[in-house]
């Protein structure tokens, strides 16, 4: 056995909350995912809250993806122990002193929900190894019953692909039997998407935001609707004068991404490449999730538009986070990937640190839950 | 059988016309990266996908097997269905220690 199956990851929170009670809050996801499984995260930091800067990573989201909910609980495992130990941790040649993680814990609280997609995991994991979706039985109306949404294509940013995007424009599916890349009968229709967006609100102060993915190693940020621009503030997803435009690339629409976030933004995403190559020499690429096609409904993409739609709600720069060359590699290959994913968010949470440090407008850290003993851990 | 395949056109549009309707598995984010020889993706193929994309290649369009994936439902013996943490397990990282 290699890979951690859902009930092993699930005891593998609960066991870090209860080791280190001082450091660590277990969070129960209010919603179960379709076939009733009880969903948990966990949020790591000396000071925790809804109120406290977080930085929130997800894992799991496609269930053929095995490495990424793996790779979040041994982090997890990683930072409490380096925390309780007083001690560094090293990947490959990436090096996090006992200071830096002291730092992040002390400036961040760190959410990871390793496994967005319990029941996809577990049919990936015991049937269908390429099982990709979550596991909604949805009737077609002429008798047969599919399974599956993309939880990845079913967030409340350009949902209604038909209607924001070109037609052929856009990586998504309105047909149920769609093996990949079906949208779901309405935005954030997922009781696992749902889980997500919830995390989102719970920690309101929320600006960074990771979604694990594999298999071609790269870093992807904003925007994954269209090619970007930052001078028209007017060309954005909440614009209808846009509809049935977007997804086509260099045309006259190009989505709006304000040149102070996207320098931060491209600013990020290359040092979480960099972490992230140096572990072990396998080059990360990096750029806009616009590529090939626009994607509708991703959660990187949501969460950063966010902001935008409601401007009560914080901004949260999102990212996605692609590992290795496989979905399922050997013990090796999981390793090393599982080291690249750690390397990279620790990279990402120093940063964020680095970042709160020098932004006078971010809100107080205000310890909503009792704080811990730092000799408690 | 699956095959992790690599498909190079000349253009981002040539490159969405070749695998419109193809069935091709395109991974989590469609991924394109531009090469010397064109724009180029790493998707996923069963036979039917290599067969339907072999009869359209044409001037500018390549298609290259990169590995066989095997038997993906082999992949499951990597997975148990005991719970190693019940039984005194402690979930553990890969990090190396670094004493400062």
Redesign the interface.
């Known amino acids: 056995m290699i890979y951690y199956n859902y009930d092993e990851i699930h005891s593998a929170l609960q066991l870090l909350a209860e080791a280190h009670p001082g450091l660590c809050t277990l969070q129960e996801l209010p919603n179960r995912s379709h076939e009733g499984r009880p969903c948990l995260a966990l949020a790591v930091g000396w000071n925790r809250g809804p109120e406290v800067p977080t930085l929130l990573a997800i894992g799991g989201v496609h269930a053929r993806e095995w490495v990424p909910p793996d790779a979040l609980v041994s982090i997890l495992a990683d930072i409490l122990s380096a925390a309780s130990g007083r001690h560094g941790l090293e990947y490959g040649g990436v090096v996090f002193t006992y200071e830096q993680i002291e730092a992040i814990l002390e400036g961040l609280q760190i959410v990871v929900f390793p496994c967005v997609n319990p029941d996809g995991r577990v049919y990936s994991q015991t049937r269908d190894p390429m099982w990709r979706k979550n596991r909604r039985p949805e009737g077609t109306g002429v008798g047969q019953v599919c399974f599956g949404v993309d939880i990845n294509r079913n967030f409340d940013i350009a949902w209604a692909f038909k209607r924001h995007f070109a037609p052929g424009a856009v990586s998504a599916s309105d047909n149920p039997c769609d093996p990949q890349v079906y949208t779901g009968p309405s935005a954030a229709s997922e009781p696992e998407t749902q889980n997500v967006v919830w995390l989102l609100d719970h920690y309101r102060s929320t600006q960074w935001f990771v979604d694990f993915h594999s298999a071609i190693p790269g870093v992807l940020h904003a925007w994954g609707l269209d090619q970007t621009q930052s001078s028209d503030a007017a060309q954005t997803f909440l614009n209808p004068q846009y509809d049935g435009l977007r997804g086509r690339p260099d045309d006259s629409y190009r989505e709006f991404l304000p040149a102070d976030d996207q320098a931060e933004i491209e600013r990020l995403s290359s040092l979480m490449a960099e972490s992230a190559t140096q572990v072990a020499g396998d080059e990360y690429g990096l750029g806009p999730a616009f590529a090939l096609y626009a994607t509708s409904g991703a959660s990187d993409d949501y969460a950063y538009s966010r902001h935008f739609a409601n401007p009560d709600k914080a901004k949260v720069f999102g990212f996605t986070v692609e590992c290795g060359h496989e979905f399922q590699p050997d013990s090796d290959g999981r390793t090393q990937n599982i080291r690249e994913i750690c390397a990279c968010l620790l990279t990402l949470a120093g940063e964020a640190v680095q970042a709160g440090r020098h932004d006078s407008r971010r809100r107080p850290v205000v310890a909503a839950e009792p704080l811990g003993s730092r000799t408690a851990v | 059988m699956?095959w992790?395949v690599k498909v190079t056109a000349d253009s981002?549009?040539d490159?969405?016309r070749y695998?419109?309707g193809s069935g091709a598995?395109?991974?989590?984010?469609?991924?394109?990266?531009r090469e010397a020889e064109g724009?180029s993706?790493?998707l996923?193929a069963d036979r039917e996908t290599l067969d339907r994309l072999s009869a359209r290649r044409s001037a500018g369009r390549r298609l290259v097997r990169l590995e066989a994936?095997g038997d993906?439902?082999a992949?499951?013996a990597?997975?148990?269905?005991?719970?190693?943490?019940?039984k005194g397990e402690?979930?553990?990282?890969?990090?190396?220690?670094?004493?400062?």
């Open positions: 699956l992790r981002q549009e490159l969405r695998l419109e598995d395109l991974g989590c984010r469609p991924m394109a990266f724009i993706i790493v996923i994936l993906p439902k992949r499951t990597l997975c148990g269905s005991r719970n190693r943490f019940l402690r979930p553990r990282g890969y990090g190396e220690r670094v004493d400062s």
